[in-house]
């Protein structure tokens, strides 16, 4: 299942991507400038080439200026409208880069549960494939004269039966316009060429009469062992979601939690839910990037006070907004404590920034979080106080 250190993982990506973006945006304003200035070689006279350049000059000093909001000389009508004209381009790409990772985030969730079902779906394909062979041996046989030996054990498989027969997983599968009409060939070749040839589950087709739980554990291994680790299968899910690297571990919880659910007989299919509240969750990590980014200068006073003797530019990035992140949940989010902020951000340094980067975060916001909480800034409530006490 997703938690919240998942969740606090795809924010930081989605902000990391977003402050990449900005940095982008910024060059291509220049861009911009640097055309509108741009003289004529062949056409112009040399004065007005050497007004050109140094209008570009002038407005590319402004555009830096204005978004640090310094004063500025004087730099005349015609420049101060390219200017604004460049950084209203700027503003305009940022918020549609905004929009377009905001709902890259949001659709996170369907993308963890389309993976989930996705896989669930796999065990029906191959069952098929499995009934499909044993037919094309049996007219085979028949066209011979000779005698098939048929075994379907995966397709009269008594799990993939209840799969097959749920309501719930079915709707899911239309929910997320599953079908493998156009993948056929994809299927037979991993049953012929990855299940086919497993020690195990070759065992398994063997038997004659397998029961319930024979059955059970081979749906099991298959999820397991196969297709959520051979490394055919996780390049076909590589290749239909970006983000599976990341989203693997949760899917693979979610996949086993809904086996396990029908380990016994008598048991009913239960498809695990994503997290034990998504509603909140989703709000919870849609709200921590919309604030982060929102609030960004207001975030970034606080860090500039904790970062006198350093260029908050020169700070990498990956740190910057793990700082920044951790900050606005230290700000808006009352009801989590406040060391549970500190430690989640560091954990995830850990994976994704450098060696330095836990003392130097670890640093930054204790001194930050208790400075705050003396001005009245950071204010907690309800299990938010857990830490205070």
């Known amino acids: ?58 407005a590319i000093k402004a555009i830096d200026q204005k978004l640090q909001n310094t004063a500025s000389c004087e730099i005349g009508e015609e420049v101060q409208a ?31 549960s389309e993976d989930h079902i996705m896989i669930l779906s796999i065990l029906e394909e191959l069952a098929f494939v499995d009934k499909k062979l044993s037919d094309e041996k049996k007219s085979l046989a028949n066209v011979l004269g000779e005698k098939a030996v ?44 990855i299940l086919k040839k497993d020690e195990t589950y070759r065992e398994y087709i063997k038997k004659e009469k397998p029961d ?40 693979k919880s979610l996949v086993q939690k809904t086996i396990k659910s029908m380990k016994e007989e008598e048991s009913e299919v239960q498809i695990a839910d994503i997290s034990y509240n998504w509603e909140d969750d989703s709000a919870y990590v849609q709200e921590l990037f919309e604030k982060t980014v929102e609030q960004n200068d207001y975030i970034e006073s606080f860090l500039k006070e904790k970062l006198q ?3 908050i530019e ?9 700082l920044k992140l951790a900050i606005a949940e230290m700000l808006y989010f009352p009801s989590i404590p406040t060391k549970v902020t500190i430690n989640e951000f560091i954990e995830i340094s850990k994976v994704f920034s450098t060696p330095k980067s836990k003392s130097f975060l670890n ?3 204790d001194t930050l979080s208790i400075d705050l909480k003396e001005r009245g800034i950071i204010r907690k409530s ?7 006490r």
Not at 314 to 322: E, N, S
Request: aromatic fraction near 10%; glycine fraction near 4%; hydrophobic fraction near 40%.
């Open 150 to 193: 048929l075994n379907t054990n995966l397709f009269d498989n008594q799990v993939v039966e209840k799969l097959r027969k749920d309501q719930t997983f079915q709707k899911l599968k239309i929910k997320f316009k599953i079908h493998w009409g156009n993948q056929a060939d994809t299927i037979r070749d991993w049953y012929k060429g």
């Open 1 to 58: 299942m997703i938690n919240r250190r998942s969740l606090r993982v795809k924010a930081f990506k989605n902000l990391y991507a977003y402050e990449s973006s900005k940095g982008a945006n910024y060059h291509l304003a220049l861009d911009r400038l640097n055309e509108k200035f741009s003289p004529d070689l062949n056409s112009m006279e040399v004065a007005d080439k050497d007004d050109l350049r140094r209008k570009k000059d002038i």
């Open 82 to 112: 390219e200017v604004l004209d460049a950084i209203d381009f700027m503003h305009q790409l940022n918020k549609k880069d905004f929009k377009s990772l905001n709902l890259n985030l949001s659709g996170e969730a369907d993308r963890v």
């Open 363 to 365: 640093g930054i916001l």
């Open 309 to 311: 003797n350093w260029d």
């Open 382 to 388: 309800g299990r938010g106080l857990l830490d205070n």
């Open 212 to 251: 319930y739980a024979d059955d059970w554990n081979i749906v099991d291994y298959i999820c397991r062992a196969i297709v959520l680790k051979n490394d055919v299968f996780s390049g076909f899910f590589e290749d239909i979601d970006l983000d599976w690297l990341d989203n693997k571990l949760i899917v």
């Open 314 to 322: 020169r700070v990498a990035l990956t740190d910057k907004v793990l």
